[in-house]
T-cell receptor, first 112, second 114 residues
Framework: DGGITQSPKYLFRKEGQNVTLSCEQN?????MYWYRQDPGQGLRLIYY???????QKGDIAEGYSVSREKKESFPLTVTSAQKNPTAFYLC???FGTGQPQHFGDGTRLSIL | AQSVAQPEDQVNVAEGNPLTVKCTYS??????LFWYVQYPNRGLQFLLK??????LVKGSYGFEAEFNKSQTSFHLKKPSALVSDSALYFC????????????FGRGTSLIVHP
């Protein structure tokens, strides 16, 4: 079955540590996205990528970094510069313009 | 700029009664509109979309939505609610031209009481 896989499901970060969230899709989608979800705030866009080796900042990119070396993969690194990283992180992909997004089941990041 | 408003943080309805979750939008040009549902600790699942054509759009699990251009609304409806419909619902919009990145509303928590 095609879909998006996010791992790990739960992640804990220590002070000063960078952590990487994995996102893999086998839907052959060109576009991929990272969102942050906080209670009562909906989804906020962190980064997005339309094609391999290209990505753009979203609304809240500070303290985060991404790479898109393969079509299937779009990992997100939460750096130590992100002072409030506790949130639910969602990865999504879409086939093209006007098409709905497919979402993974998220990674919940907490601070130790 | 594009924006979405979901004016109700929470909607309560009794099982078997009709339900409506409201969404209004603002966008330059023609809108692409979407509804998604999220269950606890899960990702969002696509329910339905409006791109063009009939104003009444039918989607998954018996849900439908009505596009109203004059009122810039895209309310989600279901004739008879189920307890299992209890979840968080998100409306999203993007303009038909320009950036293809959708903007999401803050979400509405639907609670269906037995």
């Amino acid at each position: 079955d095609g879909g998006i896989t996010q791992s790990p499901k739960y992640l804990f970060r220590k002070e000063g540590q960078n952590v990487t969230l994995s996102c893999e899709q086998n839907l052959n989608h060109d576009a991929m996205y990272w969102y942050r979800q906080d209670p009562g705030q909906g989804l906020r866009l962190i980064y997005y990528s339309q094609i391999v080796n290209d990505f753009q900042k979203g609304d809240i990119a500070e303290g985060y970094s991404v790479s898109r070396e393969k079509k299937e993969s779009f990992p997100l690194t939460v750096t130590s510069a992100q002072k409030n990283p506790t949130a639910f992180y969602l990865c999504a992909s879409s086939f093209g313009t006007g098409q709905p997004q497919h979402f993974g089941d998220g990674t919940r990041l907490s601070i130790l | 700029a594009q924006s979405v408003a979901q004016p109700e943080d929470q909607v309560n309805v009794a099982e078997g009664n009709p339900l409506t979750v409201k969404c209004t939008y603002s966008v330059s040009g023609n809108p692409y509109l979407f509804w998604y549902v999220q269950y606890p600790n899960r990702g969002l699942q696509f329910l339905l979309k409006y791109i063009t054509g009939d104003n009444l759009v039918k989607g998954s699990y018996g849900f439908e939505a009505e596009f109203n251009k004059s009122q810039t609304s895209f309310h989600l409806k279901k004739p008879s609610a189920l307890v299992s419909d209890s979840a968080l619902y998100f409306c999203a919009v993007r303009a038909s031209g320009g950036s293809y990145i959708p903007t999401f509303g803050r979400g509405t928590s639907l609670i269906v009481h037995p």
